[in-house]
């Protein structure tokens, strides 16, 4: 997991070439006016989904991960705290639907995940290997415009 600012993009551009091209389109995309969709960067291989809501309570959120894509989860209005922890921790509470590329998981007893709040030009890359509950209020529900790049990885 990495967490940063937008404006700090151009450090990560040695992950891959798929994440420097989901970063750059994060960096040089002006949100504001973009629809709820979907949106080929690269193919298959890297694309965005815009999407917005309101963040929920912490008991209504689910464990997730992912085993192709990279997720870049940017924040363009409002904030959320999201659940990090790696994968080992878990436990299948669904099969692996690979067309989704998603599994949802069940967190083992002990396993105290790390919630890191994102807010505004903030964006967290979370790999394979990181289990997350995204979509989480910080203190109350609250209206989230966010961008999540998949990238190949």
Not at 34 to 61: H, R, T
Not at 130 to 140: E, L, N, R
Request: with cysteine; proline share 4%.
């Amino acid at each position: 997991m990495i967490k940063d600012n937008i404006k700090n993009a151009k450090n990560y551009s040695d992950l891959s070439e798929r994440v420097k091209l989901g970063l750059k389109y994060l960096a040089d995309t002006d949100f504001s006016t973009v629809k709820n969709a979907k949106y080929e960067i690269s193919g298959n291989e890297v694309f965005a989904i815009v999407q917005d809501y309101l963040s929920k309570p912490i008991a209504e959120g689910q464990f997730e991960a992912h085993k192709k894509y990279i997720d870049i989860q940017y924040i363009v209005e409002g904030e959320e705290q999201i659940g990090v922890l790696g994968i080992e921790n878990f436990s299948e509470s669904t099969n692996y639907d690979e067309d989704k590329d998603i599994v949802f998981l069940s967190p083992n007893t002990n396993c105290m995940p790390e919630f890191v709040q994102i807010k505004a030009k903030e964006f967290l890359i979370l790999f394979p290997n990181d289990a997350h509950k995204p979509s989480i209020a910080t203190k109350s529900p609250s209206y989230v415009k966010k961008i999540v790049i998949k990238a190949l990885e």
